[in-house]
């Protein structure tokens, strides 16, 4: 019996080891993504450049001299286009 369930253990551990690569593929990040965003924040303050305050739900930023100061993004979080939150008075 102890050999049999040796057996099994080893299958299931052969199969997991099989497994992670194809899930260790799936989870890369294409590497423009950091470009691409900080792209679409500079068209945003361009945009809207009466914005003072801005979030994606990630990150939310200042925008300071023209330039966006942002937090570290969130943990779990689902990103989203940009809102202003705050608007100058003018």
């Known amino acids: 019996m102890k050999r ?9 551990l052969l199969a997991a080891v099989n497994v992670s690569p194809v899930f260790a593929a799936d989870a890369a ?10 792209e679409s924040m500079k068209d945003f303050i361009k945009a809207n450049p009466d ?5 994606d739900q990630c990150s ?15 943990i779990a979080c689902v990103k989203r286009k940009y809102q202003c939150t705050m608007r100058s008075s003018k």
Do not use: R
């Not at 990040?29 to 900080?38: D, H, L, S, V």
């Not at 914005?51 to 979030?55: A, D, G, R």
């Not at 939310?60 to 969130?74: I, N, Y």
């Open 60 to 74: 939310f930023c200042s925008v300071v001299d023209g330039e966006a100061e942002c937090s570290t993004p969130q």
């Open 4 to 12: 049999v369930s040796s057996k099994i253990a080893l299958l299931v």
């Open 29 to 38: 990040k294409p590497k423009g993504g950091a470009q691409e965003q900080t």
């Open 51 to 55: 914005c003072l305050e801005m979030n």
